[in-house]
């Protein structure tokens, strides 16, 4: 987007059915910044469907939730043209270090996912370079009422890495995610 002080808009394609996928892909074109290959879309399709949704012009963020073999997924994330990726905080430390390593090489965003992970780890998560720390609340965590607000409030300004807010973002909730993150997330 052009200003500034607005966050980009990423579209996550968290479904197995790729017609349906490339079908809201489509019509969200106009609307949205990035296009993100959703987990249960890359499980059910494999790597190559970040490729194919390059097509569409736009930036594609693959959700990998990578939690072992850091360094390998993230090659295999540049090598298929992702814009960016995502590693579990919760991984391993060598795990997480060889992900940013390999995706610094590439020339691909690696992201952070915080989802369940205690907020300090976002301090480590800095410390070793990620461009993007996600403050995530999981579909099944969004069942039982969870957000990923609290959190998103309690470390803005605490670090300096740029924000990403995913899970549960409604027209009720959206300025919350526009006001303190850098990208919001919805699906």
Request: net charge neutral; aromatic share 6%.
């Amino acid at each position: 987007m052009l200003d500034e002080d607005i966050p980009l808009l990423q579209l996550a394609l968290d479904l197995i059915n790729k017609k349906k996928a490339f079908k809201i892909a489509e019509q969200c074109l106009p609307y949205v910044d990035i296009l993100e290959a959703g987990t249960p879309l890359i499980k059910a399709h494999g790597i190559q469907i970040v490729r194919e949704l390059r097509k569409y012009g736009l930036p594609v963020f693959a959700d990998l939730k990578t939690f072992d073999a850091g360094g390998l997924e993230a090659g295999m994330a540049a090598e298929y043209g992702a814009e960016y990726a995502t590693v579990l905080a919760l991984a391993n430390d060598v795990t997480v270090m060889d992900f940013v390593s390999e995706c610094r090489k590439y020339g691909v965003k690696a992201v952070a996912d915080l989802m369940n992970a205690p907020l300090k780890r976002a301090l480590f998560l800095e410390k070793v370079g990620v461009n993007y720390i996600a403050i995530h609340s999981g579909v099944d965590e969004q069942k039982k009422g969870g957000t990923p607000f609290k959190a998103l409030i309690k470390i803005k300004g605490r670090v300096k890495t740029p924000l990403i807010v995913a899970g549960g973002i409604n027209i009720e909730n959206l300025h919350l995610a526009k006001s303190h993150a850098d990208i919001v997330v919805v699906g």
